[in-house]
């Protein structure tokens, strides 16, 4: 999607007929200032105070003189149908929107995204409020919406435990909970994701799950964290081979197997329940070889029957029946009394 799809006018044709109102260093200061040149490239208040050896306060005075004559001008007035254009379309994004998201929503070319910013920055009715430790830049054109939408974010990363993942349609859901009176006109799923993209504390997994944004299962970094997404997905074991292949799959990320199997040892998130099976210890599944799991059941649960231990060791381990029975026969571990049921050795 481009600008010319979005906008009726050309961003670069007002943003020129605007800087016309000032003198010409006002002009190349703003230019400058907001990459508004052949080059999309922003200079700082330092770069630009060192072309004209002048304080970099100095040039921050000439930068807010220069915006303030362009909003006293005839120019300004003439351009009234773009900014009234503009805050139509921020309305309809959902009247609070991540910078990032609202400019490339807007136009794919750099340059062009510039000179829109710029309009942004000029038009009064537009507010931007800056990036904090809970939130991206943003803009709106309404601060009671904005305030309402800033907390119910809050609140949604609140109920959030540390590495929970939730599915994207239940946190839409959620988040629907907190802004129940809300206008009906927002209520609808692509502007409900861009108030989400607002929070730097809550974010989405390549799996499109969403969780805490410090969360290795939202931020995932390694081969350890990727493996544990993909068995996640998959819900039941699945052989070391299988997790190499998704997490090519799905991340785009180049796992050998051997590597792949490696971590999955390493890792305590994971359990191997049958011949190159691994499922998550999240799910309840043991540790340890058969006999550990024997040993374990019988701690847990007291003396128990052949086929009790066989029936409860299978709901822990892919392994044939057989390998139970041998392991059980083992004296030094395990030891059966007159009724059958065997004890810990």
């Given at each position: 999607?481009?600008?010319?799809?979005?906008?009726?006018?050309?961003?670069?044709?007002?943003?020129?007929?605007?800087?016309?109102?000032?003198?010409?260093?006002?002009?190349?200061?703003?230019?400058?200032?907001?990459?508004?040149?052949?080059?999309?490239?922003?200079?700082?208040?330092?770069?630009?105070?060192?072309?004209?050896?002048?304080?970099r306060e100095r040039v921050r005075q000439i930068e807010n003189h220069s915006l303030a004559a362009i909003r006293k001008?005839?120019?300004?007035?003439?351009?009234?149908?773009?900014?009234?254009?503009?805050k139509a379309l921020l309305m309809e994004l959902g009247g609070i929107v991540a910078e990032k998201d609202l400019l490339s929503h807007l136009a794919k070319d750099p340059s062009a995204q510039n000179h829109i910013h710029f309009l942004l920055v000029i038009g009064e009715d537009f507010r931007r409020?800056?990036?904090d430790e809970e939130f991206k830049h943003r803009w709106h054109v309404d601060s009671e919406l904005a305030e309402r939408i800033e907390g119910a974010l809050k609140k949604l990363y609140s109920k959030l435990s540390d590495d929970e993942l939730v599915l994207e349609?239940?946190?839409?859901?959620?988040?629907?909970?907190?802004?129940?009176?809300m206008n009906d006109k927002y209520k609808n799923?692509?502007?409900?994701?861009?108030?989400?993209?607002?929070?730097?504390k809550i974010g989405k997994n390549p799996l499109g799950e969403?969780?805490?944004?410090?969360?290795?299962?939202?931020?995932?970094?390694?081969?350890?964290?990727?493996?544990?997404?993909?068995?996640?997905?998959?819900g039941s074991p699945i052989h070391f081979k299988e997790v190499a292949k998704a997490i090519g799959q799905y991340f785009n990320k180049k796992a050998h197997v051997a590597t792949t199997h490696n971590e999955l040892i390493k890792d305590p998130r994971f359990v191997l329940v049958g011949r190159g099976l691994y499922a998550l210890a999240e799910w309840g599944y043991m540790s340890g070889v058969v006999k550990d799991v024997i040993k374990k059941i019988l701690e847990?649960?007291?003396?128990?029957t052949k086929e009790k231990i066989v029936e409860k060791v299978l709901k822990e381990r892919y392994v044939k029946e057989n390998t139970i029975l041998v392991n059980l026969q083992n004296p030094k571990y395990f030891k059966k009394d007159k009724e059958n049921r065997y004890h810990v050795a």
């Open positions: 999607m481009n600008d010319k799809a979005l906008l009726s006018f050309k961003p670069k044709e007002v943003t020129k007929k605007l800087l016309a109102v000032l003198a010409k260093r006002a002009q190349d200061v703003l230019v400058s200032r907001y990459g508004l040149g052949p080059r999309p490239q922003r200079l700082t208040l330092d770069a630009i105070g060192k072309k004209y050896a002048i304080t001008s005839k120019a300004y007035k003439d351009a009234e149908a773009a900014f009234v254009e503009l409020e800056k990036e349609s239940d946190l839409i859901d959620d988040f629907l909970s907190e802004v129940k009176d799923e692509e502007v409900i994701k861009r108030w989400l993209s607002i929070s730097h969403w969780g805490r944004s410090s969360s290795p299962n939202v931020n995932a970094k390694g081969m350890r964290d990727y493996a544990f997404l993909v068995i996640r997905k998959h847990k649960e007291g003396p128990l």
